[in-house]
């Protein structure tokens, strides 16, 4: 999601929590409750924002496992083409020492 526009998952997450403060403050001063609403409030707000964290965290363990995944799958595809490759250049080595000796 934020990564594809090049803001990285701690930006988000120190985003999310700073604002999540802000609101919180904000919350103090202009709301007429009593001391222990307002408790009650905040309990609430911060294991939201508890919630939401554990989600982004979790949401961005699992990009970066798919991309760690990704890349292994890319690295085992350019061994082997590499392999291939290298073993040709043997042979045709092989073949062009042969050629030479027979002349």
């Known amino acids: 999601m934020s990564e594809e526009k090049g803001i990285s998952a701690g930006t988000v997450l120190v985003s999310f929590v700073a604002g999540a403060a802000i609101g919180a403050g904000l ?7 009593s001391g222990t609403e ?10 939201d924002a508890v919630d939401k964290i554990k989600e982004y965290t979790r949401e961005a363990q699992e990009k970066i496992k798919s991309v760690i995944d990704e890349g292994k799958e890319s690295i085992v595809e350019k061994k082997s083409i590499l392999t291939s490759a290298i073993e ?13 000796t027979t002349l």
Not at 27 to 33: D, G, I, V
Not at 88 to 100: C, N
Request: hydrophobic share 40%.
């Open 27 to 33: 919350a103090l001063l202009y709301a007429p409750k």
């Open 88 to 100: 040709a250049g043997r042979e045709a080595m092989q073949r062009e020492k042969e050629r030479t």
């Open 38 to 47: 307002m408790r009650e409030n905040l309990a609430d707000l911060a294991e």
